[in-house]
């Protein structure tokens, strides 16, 4: 019997679901803020990503499903911010459009060891804005992401930002920060001693509890900031107080990929445990340009979709769906239900029925396993007076009502 690949996971019914309504609450405040979907091929050329993410990274080393097709090698996309850049460029958006909002739902594929939260296949759902420097398109970014989370229902989420300024302020902190791990480095694992030298940021990000014990101790500030990138910083923050957005600095947040610049952010959750990300995003003013486009700037972020279904709390994800089913009792009533349920779908109104003959207990109890609104009743007695009852899931209170009403009393009892 053949089995899913280790790390990838089918979604079934009816967490299908609830997957959807993720992605369409998500797509309702995307377009309300003004981003289009874009949707790129799941699978590019490798040195795209070598280029974008940096080949010292751990997604490049050791997390990208590559495949060797003569001599192209290919990978399949471990994020989508450099896609989404290359596409922009390919597609000479900077003339036709300069700047520009985009949102982008779909899988992300990295090679790492599964775990709550992580698999080799996953989702995101997330937005790139590109062909602006301003501090108000990062305010509204993070404020987007904050929006969203809320509109989900997810409770209890942090916003942690920081600033790790222009190229040059990277190069200074990056001297900074090896002149203050130097005398540490022999307590430091493996894979940070090989990053002090290749990519000193990681270190920062490592989740090995001693060397997060040493990067704790480390005293960082933004004194490694030019004027420009502090007074960036100060609006970005100034902003997100007008708008009421609860945020904290964190001065070791600096995200392991080498485009970022300016502001870094990353929305975390108790509930993950040690993976405790929900989603991460920040500045790559440079990509663009590196990519072979124009100088521009470029915000943007990600959420992880796994990991939204697993802090969104079970009540919201067993809402009331507005499905109306149609319980039928006998023969007769069956070709009756025949005719009310297509007449209730004309009508757009969400209707299931029986097909396996069960009976009336069984009928109800699969009507509320499927988190029905209403079950309509059609049996002897109701076909012989000419009503359908009507029953509320969530009250239990059931009446009669005639037949050639029974379509508008359901319309207006489910708000269709």
């Known amino acids: 019997m053949f089995k899913a690949v280790r ?18 609450i998500s797509r309702r405040i995307f377009t309300l803020y003004g981003y289009q979907e874009i ?3 799941i699978i590019e050329d490798s040195g795209l990503f070598n280029r974008s993410l940096g080949s010292s990274t751990e997604i490049i080393q050791k997390q990208m499903f590559t495949i060797q097709r003569d001599s192209d090698l290919f990978a399949l996309r471990p994020e989508a911010t450099a896609c989404v850049a290359r596409a922009y460029i390919e597609n000479d958006l900077d003339k036709k459009e300069g ?6 739902i779909g899988p992300m594929f990295r ?64 001297v900074s920060l090896r002149f203050k791990l130097k005398d540490k480095l022999t307590k430091l694992c493996e894979d940070c001693q090989a990053r002090f030298k290749n990519n000193v940021f990681r270190i920062l990000d490592c989740k090995n509890e001693a060397c997060r014990h040493i990067v704790e101790t480390l005293d ?32 070791h947040l600096v995200r392991g990929l080498d485009y970022y610049t300016r502001t870094v952010f990353e929305i975390t959750h108790g509930d993950l445990g040690s993976q405790d990300a929900l989603g991460a995003g920040g500045r790559y003013d440079n990509l663009i340009s590196e990519l072979g486009g124009p100088m521009l700037g470029a915000m943007g972020f990600a959420l992880g ?20 089913y149609v319980v039928t009792l006998g023969e007769t009533a069956k070709q009756e239900a025949v005719v009310l349920v297509d007449a209730l779908r ?36 109701e076909l012989k007076k000419r009503v359908v009852v009507i029953k509320d899931m969530h009250t239990s209170i059931q009446e009669e009502i005639p037949q050639d009403k029974i379509i508008d009393v359901v319309k207006v009892k489910i708000k269709c």
Not at 229 to 239: D, I, T
């Open 99 to 104: 700047f520009a909002k985009f949102y982008y």
């Open 39 to 41: 949707r790129t091929p």
């Open 346 to 381: 004309k009508a757009f109104v969400y209707c299931e029925t029986d097909y396996e003959d069960k009976s009336l207990k069984a009928q109800m109890r699969q009507a509320n396993n499927l988190n029905a609104a209403f079950v309509l009743i059609i049996g002897d007695d």
């Open 220 to 251: 960082l500030q933004n004194d490694y900031l030019c004027n420009d990138c502090k007074e960036h910083f100060l609006k970005v923050k100034s902003g997100l107080d007008a708008l009421g957005i609860n945020y904290k600095v964190l001065p």
């Open 111 to 174: 090679a790492e060891r599964p775990q709550k939260g992580r698999l080799r296949q996953f989702h995101h759902l997330g937005v790139e804005a590109i062909g602006s420097l301003s501090p108000y398109l990062d305010i509204e970014v993070i404020g987007l992401a904050n929006r969203i989370l809320n509109e989900l229902g997810i409770k209890d989420f942090n916003i942690n930002i920081n600033s790790l300024g222009c190229t040059e302020d990277k190069k200074n902190l990056a």
């Open 7 to 24: 790390g990838t996971k089918d979604i079934l019914p009816p967490d299908t679901s609830a997957w959807q309504e993720v992605e369409s």
């Open 305 to 324: 979709q796994e990991r939204l279904m697993l802090v969104k709390s079970a009540s919201e994800n067993v809402e009331r769906s507005g499905l109306v």
